[in-house]
């Protein structure tokens, strides 16, 4: 089992940034990638950014040149988000899988409002 806990959300301006961190416990040696979805009011979860054990990482189209996804170590994942804009408030879910048990592991989530 794999637990995930995700901190630094909260409340910012417009152009203001964010760091969110997300730390796993358990048995982390069986997850290949951590990611990080988010789900707004009325929206489905999407993939906003995730990164391989190797460093290889991908972003939605919404993001790119704003969010910057990294691995502090080996069990701690953060998103930095620049120039936040209204449309990134969402609920921050943490996400890590399992590829030989085909799991996916989520965290409860952190919530990110961009207002003035």
């Known amino acids: 089992q794999v637990q995930l806990v995700e901190s630094g959300g909260g409340l910012v301006q417009p152009g203001g940034s964010l760091r969110l961190s997300c730390t796993a416990s358990?048995?982390?040696?069986?997850?290949?990638?951590m990611g990080w979805y988010r789900q707004a009011p009325g929206n489905e979860r999407e993939l906003v950014a995730h990164i391989t054990n190797g460093g290889i990482t991908s972003y939605t189209e919404s993001v790119k040149g704003r969010f910057t996804i990294y691995r502090d170590n080996a069990n701690t994942a953060s998103l930095q988000m620049n120039n936040l804009k209204p449309e990134d408030t969402a609920v921050y879910y943490c996400n890590a899988r399992d590829p030989i048990r085909d799991i996916y592991y989520w965290g409860k989530g952190t919530l990110v409002t961009v207002s003035s």
């Open positions: 358990g048995s982390i040696f069986r997850i290949n990638v």
